[in-house]
């Protein structure tokens, strides 16, 4: 039998919202200095951004958010399929679902920030159409983030370091 994927809308601050993001943010800090470690609390998520939970078989196992960041653009915020569930599929249909609603709000392309730890994180990200590009929307240039867009309006990539 088949396990099926269901993605909902959530609240972040919600108790499956908490506990996927506490995981996600006890994760990065085993593979990342506290100093570089850019953790967007649920609240922030929750006041203007939207935030989905990944269930399979009614228990949830993983997460993935929209922000808009300080120059206008989206922001693929707190990706995260926990470690048992990885390999299913689950981060290409919330990234799916993300970027759709992205495409739906009017934007014109979606960024976010990675490292090269994440390895699986960086070949999704390419895998589904991402290029590498410089910081944007405040964040600075260090070894330890790979910055990353996927446009939507098939307008060529013209790096600036911002977010138009």
Do not use: W
């Not at 196992?61 to 390999?87: A, H, Q």
Request: charged share 30%; with cysteine.
């Amino acid at each position: 039998m088949r396990e099926e994927i269901v993605l909902y809308e959530a609240d972040p601050t919600s108790k499956d919202g908490r506990e996927l993001i506490a995981e996600l943010d006890d994760y990065l800090l085993t593979i990342y200095p506290e100093s570089v470690c850019y953790r967007t609390p649920p609240e922030d998520i929750k006041k203007d951004g939207v935030f989905y939970i990944a269930k399979l078989d009614n228990e949830a196992v993983g997460c993935g958010g929209l922000k808009e960041n300080d120059t206008g653009g989206i922001e693929l915020k707190r990706m995260f399929v926990r470690p048992g569930f990885r390999g299913k599929g689950i981060a290409s249909k919330l990234l799916n679902r993300l970027e759709h609603l992205s495409i739906e709000q009017g934007y014109k392309s979606i960024f976010l920030e990675t490292g090269p730890p994440q390895i699986e994180a960086v070949r999704l990200y390419l895998k589904s159409g991402y290029f590498k590009r410089g910081p944007f929307g405040g964040y600075k240039d260090h070894p330890l983030s790979i910055f990353m867009e996927k446009r939507f309006d098939n307008e060529p990539y013209q790096s600036n370091g911002s977010a138009s």
